[in-house]
């Protein structure tokens, strides 16, 4: 496949149901699915709808055979970056506790550091807040 097919999409979302669980129990959590194909190298962004608060983010990436770093920004809708894995190794799951309130559309953006390799890569980030 040709350099430029690799895609993101928002896989999951759960949101709470706000008819049987107390106002502070209200957790939602979205789960982002970033695919590349053997050649890919470019960032991919999702624009996500939200109001509330990340609470936490896991970033699970799986080994290559190019052994790519792999980075996670996600951008408020003023295009500031409000949080940043910076370049992670492959073959490993990142856990991060942020408190960060959003309002509006965020961009989540998913980069490696170069072509993956044979194989290609699922890269997933799961979103959980209140």
């Given at each position: 496949?040709?350099?430029?097919?690799?895609?993101?999409v928002l896989t999951s979302?759960t949101?709470?149901?706000?008819?049987?669980?107390?106002?502070n129990?209200?957790?939602?959590?979205?789960?982002?699915?970033?695919t590349y194909?053997?050649d890919d190298?470019?960032?991919?962004t999702?624009a996500?709808?939200?109001?509330?608060?990340?609470?936490?983010?896991?970033?699970?990436?799986p080994?290559t055979?190019n052994a790519i770093?792999?980075?996670?920004?996600?951008?408020d809708?003023?295009n500031?970056?409000?949080?940043?894995?910076?370049e992670v190794?492959?073959?490993?799951?990142y856990?991060y506790?942020?408190d960060?309130?959003?309002s509006g559309?965020?961009?989540v953006?998913?980069g490696?550091s170069?072509?993956v390799?044979?194989?290609g890569s699922v890269?997933?980030?799961?979103l959980?807040?209140?």
């Amino acid at each position: 496949m040709a350099d430029g097919d690799q895609t993101i999409v928002l896989t999951s979302e759960t949101t709470p149901d706000t008819l049987t669980r107390a106002k502070n129990d209200d957790v939602w959590e979205k789960v982002i699915t970033a695919t590349y194909d053997d050649d890919d190298a470019t960032d991919v962004t999702l624009a996500l709808r939200l109001n509330g608060t990340i609470r936490h983010i896991t970033l699970a990436v799986p080994n290559t055979t190019n052994a790519i770093t792999t980075q996670l920004q996600i951008n408020d809708n003023g295009n500031n970056t409000i949080f940043d894995t910076g370049e992670v190794a492959e073959n490993a799951t990142y856990n991060y506790s942020i408190d960060e309130p959003l309002s509006g559309t965020i961009d989540v953006v998913i980069g490696v550091s170069g072509e993956v390799g044979d194989g290609g890569s699922v890269i997933v980030a799961t979103l959980r807040g209140i």
